[in-house]
């Protein structure tokens, strides 16, 4: 349980890995997320999203750009080596169905948790528009992907390297004004990327979806550190979400608490570095 | 009362068990009524606010016995009413005035699987103490005989002293229980399935045992040493252990009897979903669940350095609640450096929750107690960090359909404390997990999950207890809910035998 199977680097600090986790690939449905540890004494739990499962293998495929001290760590970890503790799937599925034309946008790492998502969306037989946005081409991943299964794939690149030279936004507002007006939208990315699609698409009154990434500790409904205001009340991303009615969704607090601990992970994170690169140096010396 | 250390304690008992024991036999009711009622030895107030140790450092050998000396060993045995479990509380503690310890411990067992648990965490000033014969001579509860300590004495003596036995396991029935939830409630019916030969799986959804004992009590109260061992006593009798198993995501409650081959299943999930007092500023940066904060630090031990789950830096903090939980997290937070920890609290000391110890041990680490007051709204600065609370002053009025006066709000009351961090911890609903992910089973409008005398829900073969159940309420109430649901569990794989 808990194998590598397979490691691959995407871009600079985004990862894929393949785990052998037999019971979550037959129960997530699109949507879900799965919370891991790189050391189950004194390792931190964090929420990743599923973006893949093969029923067949037994495994799961999970994304993640390194961000932190675990991400970092769990990037070190290599094909046989073994997840000290992964639960899951947690989290509301997605709600599947024939909307008509959905607009799926993401950002960054967004795009792995939309995967699965817009394939099912696509399966339910809508027509589906997928925007991909992201700092520069490098940073763009499962393109190929999702070429295959959207009707049309628009590019946006902040420095243009790739694509429209656009935030994700702009195409977005371009659809929502044309004649091929959306009847969903699912924005998954950076909070800010999310919060401004939200804003795009509320003057269409277009329904846009949107899946929050909050602090968590359980992911079981326990602790409620990963709660946000959403229409004036406080739900749980772990067990009302992770997807929410963008709309609805009071961003600037979700942001904010987002930054709660940004210091002391910055610490954790920099002390981790500085002991690996010590070790390895000290190997080098040896 | 000035602080007395353990090695003064155990001097002053030594020379009244001299005293007493040559003459035991022969004590006479008056005489005692007459033994000083022996206190608990604990570290130092000022050294334990700064430190994770267990604070009640538990009775001698000495001190036990003049305790036990104390007991009438009356007819009426109404503490034994007091007890959740019925444990037979006179003839374990006459054991122990005659220095049989290996009986007492036996006669705790017979009824009850976690005394060291029970004896540090359970209410006894509400419970077994409550109905004490002698405290009721003395007209005063805080004078009968000590049996939470009693209890935790012969737990410890039984643990430290390698004591521990094995209970024994009838040979193999082939049938199978799985078990949702490693809290008190589940552990029981582990215990209690495994003894009569069935195959039994834990679920756990964290990455360690324990449920509440683990994530919720914290070491100073409980430490993880004891409920390590009691965990170490269950995998010895080979009951299967399975953590990072959320049952209802990573397995459907009914696939457990429908594909997995279970033949009976107990639900002990626990009350473990914060509630929030929907006021003004909750979801500002410094505001935790109790649950969140003592889970970061009981858990994920973030009071290790090493740790990498943080801890919010707090220097000014404010508890809303007056219950265990609430005691915790403002002790918690001071050993974690805190300046200042007030607990908010609307209504008076005497309808506080909280064991009374509890209380009494967190006003000795300095914690500041505003009673008759509650939060209106937090207030945060420009950063959506907390900066302070608007509490507002109450009365006692009626009595409520709790039997506590009612706190009534004094009209233009409110007033300001300046706070970093906010922790509510105004209690616990019930945990969503399973009523989300198993629709066909019946759970009240709190989602609690009903349950017949027998423990069994509205699903064949499966059972429910502790708080998932009863909401939040105690360890030992859990505990009598799990005993029961493994009767009941016991009694139907044996009917099926036939």
């Known amino acids: 349980m808990n194998t590598i199977l397979y490691k691959e680097q995407l871009s600079q600090d985004v990862f894929l890995m393949r ?63 073994v997840l000290p503790a992964l639960v899951g799937p947690l989290g509301r599925p997605t709600h599947i169905h024939h909307f008509g034309k959905v607009v799926c946008v993401c950002g960054g790492i967004g795009v792995a948790p939309m995967y699965p998502i817009a394939q099912e969306l696509k399966n339910a037989g809508n027509q589906v528009t997928v925007i991909i946005g992201a700092r520069t081409k490098a940073l763009i991943i499962l393109e190929k992907e999702m070429r295959a299964i959207a009707d049309e794939l628009i590019i946006c690149t902040d420095d243009g390297s790739y694509g429209n030279k656009a935030l994700v936004t702009a195409p977005l507002k371009a659809l929502c004004e044309s004649d091929a007006r959306p009847d969903m939208v699912i924005a998954i990315g950076p909070p800010v990327m999310m919060k401004f699609c939200a804003a795009t698409t509320r003057p269409f009154n277009i329904f846009t979806q949107v899946s929050l990434n909050t602090i968590m500790v359980d992911g079981t409904g326990m602790c409620g550190g990963c709660r946000v205001t959403v229409d004036n009340q406080t739900k749980f991303v772990c067990v009302d979400g992770p997807e929410f009615d963008g709309h609805l969704v009071d961003f600037d607090n979700m942001i904010a608490r987002l930054n709660a601990y ?25 | 009362m000035s602080y007395q250390t353990e090695g003064a304690l155990q001097r002053e008992a030594q020379i009244l068990l001299r005293e007493f024991a040559a003459i035991a036999d022969g004590l006479k009711v008056k005489q005692r009524q007459k033994i000083p009622a022996q206190d608990m030895p604990v570290q130092d107030p000022e050294i334990r606010s700064h430190n994770m140790e267990e604070v009640a450092l538990g009775y001698s050998f000495e001190q036990a016995r003049v305790e036990a000396f104390r007991c009438l060993q009356c007819a009426k045995k109404n503490c034994m009413e007091g007890c959740p479990v019925k444990i037979n509380i006179p003839l374990f503690i006459d054991h122990i005035a005659k220095g049989e310890m290996e009986q007492a411990i036996a006669v705790v067992k017979q009824t009850t699987l976690l005394p060291a648990v029970c004896g540090r965490v359970c209410p006894q000033e509400k419970q077994c103490q409550l109905h004490c014969t002698l405290g009721k001579s003395l007209k005063d509860v805080d004078c009968s005989v000590a049996i939470g300590r009693l209890e935790r004495f012969v737990a410890d003596w039984e643990r430290i002293n390698n004591k521990i036995v094995i209970p024994f396991v009838k040979p193999a029935t ?41 994530y919720g009590i914290p070491e100073f109260r409980l430490p993880n040493s004891v409920i390590d061992k009691e965990i170490e006593t269950l995998v010895a009798m080979g009951i299967e252990i399975k953590t990072n198993f959320v049952v209802g995501r990573t397995r459907k409650l009914t696939d457990l009897l429908d594909k997995d081959g279970y033949d009976a299943v107990f639900v002990g999930t626990g009350a473990g979903l914060p509630v929030f007092m929907g006021i003004e500023g909750e979801n500002l940066i410094g505001v935790f669940s109790a649950n969140e904060y003592l889970t970061r630090i009981n858990l994920m031990k973030a009071f290790d350095k090493n740790a990498d789950t943080p801890v919010y830096p707090a220097t000014n903090v404010v508890v809303l609640g007056g219950g265990n939980v609430a005691m915790d997290a403002a002790r918690m937070a001071k050993r974690l450096g805190a300046e200042k920890v007030t607990v908010v609290y609307r209504r008076s000391e005497q ?25 209106k709204r937090i207030l945060g600065d420009e950063k959506s960090c907390v900066k302070g609370i608007e ?24 007033f300001i404390l300046d706070a970093d961090t906010v922790i509510v911890a105004v209690g616990n609903g019930s945990n969503p997990l399973i009523s989300q992910t198993t629709p066909q089973l019946n759970v009240n409008s709190k989602g609690n999950i009903k349950v017949d005398a027998s423990q069994q829900t509205s699903l064949k073969k499966i059972f429910a207890g502790g708080d998932i159940v009863l909401g939040a309420a105690t360890v030992i109430l859990a505990m009598g809910e799990g005993r029961r649901s493994a009767a009941s569990i016991n009694a139907m794989l044996a009917a099926n035998e036939n």
Do not use: W
């Not at chain 2, 309808?351 to 939060?375: D, W």
């Open chain 2, 174 to 214: 082939g049938k199978k229980v799985a078990v949702v939830g490693s809290g008190p409630a589940g552990l029981v019916v582990a215990a209690d399935c495994r003894r009569e030969g069935h195959h039994v799986t834990i679920f756990e959804a964290f990455h360690k045992l324990g449920g509440v004992l683990r």
């Open chain 1, 19 to 81: 785990l052998r986790a037999p019971l979550i690939a037959l129960e997530r449905q699109p949507g879900q997320f799965i919370i891991l540890q790189t050391d189950d004494d004194l390792g931190e739990r964090i929420p990743l999203t599923i973006a893949d499962a093969n029923t067949q293998e037994g495994s799961i495929t999970i994304i993640f750009q390194v961000v932190g001290k675990t991400t970092k760590h769990l990037s070190t970890f290599m094909v046989g080596d």
């Open chain 2, 391 to 414: 509490c507002v002053q109450y009365k006692l009025g009626e009595p409520d359909a709790s039997g506590r006066r009612s706190p009534v709000v004094i009209a233009n009351s409110e």
């Open chain 2, 351 to 375: 309808e506080m929750p909280a064991r009374k110890e509890e209380v009494l041990h967190a006003k000795e680490e300095g914690i500041t107690f505003l009673l008759l007051s509650n939060a």
């Open chain 1, 262 to 286: 940004k210091e002391i992970e910055r610490s954790h994170y920099k002390c981790f570095v500085e002991k690996a690169f010590t070790e390895h140096t000290k190997k080098l010396l040896v």
